[in-house]
């Protein structure tokens, strides 16, 4: 007997996690327009019918029917709904085991065909609920995010990262706040902020208080969408010193304010 093996089969995906972060069925009309400003997150668009639009530097995408949208973390775009598109969408990260997001960077939308009877299969179990039937999504999700980044002939890179860096972003998650400084940071995992800066930069590709801000308005927008606190308790839960400069930031990343966001979204659901 001949037995040809692949030892890296057992080591494969173990680098990577997967987060969804949110996700939603959606019939979007008019009222869905809006600009993303460097988004933490990267979007899986499913277009079920209709149409929509995306436009960036590199130009315009048209989201068409049965197929397949990848719009990585930090890629700046706007959207547009002319008249009516149904999409299955995941906000989702994928991340090395240190917490840096591998598709931030990747810099273009990347698409792939979807089949009628796959893509109906992918609602039934969106809309079925129970924990085997999600597990599955999940898997088929990470299975078209990899085959639309192979089909575009991108690869990522799991960074390796100092260990400053690694505790750096543990301590930042753990201790999120509008007001966390990287002097705070820096002392906690015992390397001057000048060190610590300098190495983020280069490891991460953007400075401290830009990857701070960046997670903070995030879980913002979480909040907005996924709850009904109020803008005073979500500025307050997030360290800003009041909900006016909360508001003012929040515009600033998104081009729009934290009560329009909130109407936005709810009007979509």
């Not at 869905?32 to 995306?54: F, N, Q």
């Not at 002319?82 to 906000?91: A, D, V």
């Not at 308005?217 to 005073?232: C, F, R, V």
Request: a neutral charge.
């Amino acid at each position: 007997m001949i037995v040809k093996q692949n030892k890296k089969l057992c080591e494969a995906g173990e680098e990577y996690l997967f987060k969804i972060e949110q996700s939603g069925d959606a019939l979007c009309d008019k009222n869905w327009r809006a600009k993303e400003i460097s988004p933490p997150y990267t979007r899986l668009y499913y277009t079920v019918e209709g149409e929509g639009e995306i436009e960036s530097e590199e130009g315009k995408t048209i989201l068409k029917a049965g197929k397949l949208y990848v719009i990585p973390a930090g890629y700046t775009f706007s959207y547009r709904c002319e008249n009516s598109m149904r999409q299955l969408y995941f906000h989702v990260i994928l991340s090395d085991l240190s917490g840096n997001d591998l598709l931030r960077g990747v810099g273009k939308v990347c698409s792939l065909e979807i089949a009628p009877d796959y893509l109906e299969k992918l609602l039934t179990l969106y809309q079925s609920g129970d924990g085997t039937s999600l597990k599955l999504l999940k898997a088929h999700l990470q299975t078209d995010l990899f085959t639309a980044l192979k089909d575009e002939g991108i690869t990522l890179a799991v960074k390796e990262l100092s260990a400053c860096v690694q505790k750096a972003l543990a301590y930042i998650n753990e201790n999120l706040s509008a007001s966390l400084t990287i002097s705070e940071v820096a002392e906690n995992v015992f390397v001057s902020p000048d060190t610590l800066s300098r190495r983020f930069k280069k490891e991460m590709g953007e400075s401290v208080g830009r990857y701070i801000d960046g997670i903070i308005l995030y879980k913002a927008e979480q909040l907005l969408s996924g709850s009904d606190l109020p803008l005073s308790q979500i500025s307050a839960e997030l360290g800003f010193y009041d909900q006016f400069y909360f508001s003012r930031r929040f515009k600033e990343k998104f081009s729009v304010s934290p009560l329009k966001y909130r109407q936005t979204y709810k009007s979509q659901k």
